[in-house]
């Protein structure tokens, strides 16, 4: 049914969003690498745990200071983390590691990196 809504929608211009709030997500694993001077890149796998499709959550990353004061709030939608065969469009699978690449002109090298997903309804 969902598929006859989306292509329905699609001839009109309409996107429909995956229905929220999507909670059961977990990061599996996360590296932050070199970029270039000053720059960072996170890599890393996130996890869909729940029974059904869920949409993809946002990617917060939070840089710290050598003290651990948040120095900046960066957060990433799936358009911008998903690459290769993932599209956001298609809603986050049960029981699939994707793989995430996180990479901007602000984020940049810090001392501590947190990173979050963030639900949305």
């Known amino acids: 049914m969902r598929r006859i809504l989306l292509s329905s929608a699609e001839q009109l211009g309409v ?15 996360s590296q932050v690498t070199q970029a270039g001077k000053h720059l960072a890149r996170i890599t890393g796998n996130i996890e869909n745990v729940a029974n059904k499709v869920q949409a993809y959550p946002v990617i917060e990353v939070t840089l710290s200071n050598v003290y651990g004061a948040p120095i900046a709030h960066l957060q990433f939608t799936a358009a911008q983390y998903l690459s290769g065969a993932f599209h956001a469009r298609s809603g986050f699978v049960p029981g699939t590691a ?10 940049t090298t810090a001392a501590g990196y947190q990173v979050t997903l963030l639900s949305r309804p």
């Open 15 to 29: 996107t429909i969003p995956w229905p929220g709030p999507n909670k059961e997500i977990r990061i599996l694993n």
């Open 98 to 107: 994707v793989p995430f690449t996180l990479s901007s002109p602000a984020l």
